[in-house]
Nanobody
Framework: VQVTESGGGLVQPGGSLRLSCGYS????????VGWYRQAPGKERERIAS???????KYADSVKGRFTISRDNARNVVYLQMDSLKPEDTAVYYC???????????????WGQGTQVTVSS
């Protein structure tokens, strides 16, 4: 299963961006999607995720500013980012987990990342 992120770019502090994560290939069901980010010199951190049957979860650093959503019909996961801050600058990655067929095999796929830079 291939995962591709898009929508990154340069934005001023206080601005907004919407990242998209499209997944393609043989997908029967998706049980988990997550957005992660990695800033220079820092470890990758999970910032937003959603598990089937559960409410979305957010890191404290983005709570109230970022929103994760899914369009199951289009196989796309979004991350709406508002009130962006310079410390949100990072490469953003998408992770999708699920099954390719009824009762397996499972997949755990990552995209290549998209750069988000928040600067004036």
């Amino acid at each position: 299963v291939q995962v591709t992120e898009s929508g990154g770019g340069l934005v001023q502090p206080g601005g907004s961006l919407r990242l998209s994560c499209g997944y393609s290939g043989t997908v029967f069901s998706v049980r988990y999607v997550g957005w992660y980010r990695q800033a220079p010199g820092k470890e990758r951190e999970r910032i937003a995720s959603t598990l089937v049957g559960d409410a979305p979860k957010y890191a404290d650093s983005v709570k109230g500013r970022f929103t994760i959503s899914r369009d199951n019909a289009r196989n796309v996961v979004y991350l709406q980012m508002d009130s962006l801050k310079p410390e949100d600058t990072a490469v953003y990655y998408c992770n999708v987990e699920g099954t390719q067929r009824w009762r397996g095999p499972e997949f755990d796929s990552w995209g290549q990342g998209t750069q988000v830079t928040v600067s004036s």
